[in-house]
């Protein structure tokens, strides 16, 4: 599980949506979510954890232009191969990003250690912990 913490700075909200913004070390996160309960009220100012699986980070070339807002740009530090995935992890400012993706797409992609990808996250993917 990837978990980042960061600081709402933003919500907006339409009928039963959320649509919260989170600021990461000076990178803007956000995330989807169904409109919360007073027992879970989220409010601007308040710290959250990020948390999203590796299986919802997709990795992509650096110049590639993508509709999803949470995309950025990190260098891979290590790969591990399984017979079916590989386990990619990027140093996103110091915390570590994992991203599982086919060996297929890990060998179209060139993947190797050092090299900077972009990395993808959709914001229906990421969850909200209050701490």
Same mark, same amino acid.
């Given at each position: !599980?990837?978990?980042? =913490?960061?600081?709402?700075? #933003?919500? %907006?909200?339409?009928?039963?949506? !959320?649509?919260?913004? !989170? $600021? ?5 996160? &956000?995330?989807?979510? *169904? /409109? &919360?309960?007073?027992? &879970?009220?989220?409010?601007?100012? !308040? @710290?959250? +954890?990020?948390?999203? /699986?590796?299986? @919802? ?5 650096? $110049?590639?232009?993508? #509709?999803?807002?949470? #995309?950025?740009?990190? =260098?891979?530090? +290590?790969?591990?191969?399984? %017979? ?5 992890? *990027? @140093?996103?400012?110091? +915390?570590?990003? &994992?991203?599982?993706?086919? %060996?297929?797409? *890990? +060998?179209?992609? %060139?993947? =190797?250690?050092? @090299? ?7 914001? #229906? ?7």
């Amino acid at each position: !599980m990837n978990i980042l =913490k960061g600081n709402i700075v #933003s919500i %907006k909200q339409s009928e039963s949506l !959320m649509l919260v913004f !989170m $600021d990461v070390k000076g990178y803007l996160f &956000n995330s989807l979510l *169904l /409109k &919360n309960g007073d027992e &879970n009220r989220l409010e601007v100012g !308040m @710290d959250v +954890h990020l948390i999203f /699986k590796e299986t @919802d980070v997709t990795l992509a070339t650096t $110049d590639s232009i993508v #509709s999803e807002r949470n #995309s950025f740009v990190s =260098k891979i530090t +290590h790969i591990e191969n399984g %017979k079916l995935l590989a386990n990619i992890r *990027l @140093d996103f400012l110091g +915390h570590e990003i &994992n991203a599982l993706i086919t %060996k297929g797409a *890990l +060998h179209g992609l %060139k993947c =190797k250690i050092g @090299d900077e990808f972009r990395w993808v996250v959709k914001a #229906s993917e990421v969850t909200l912990q209050i701490l």
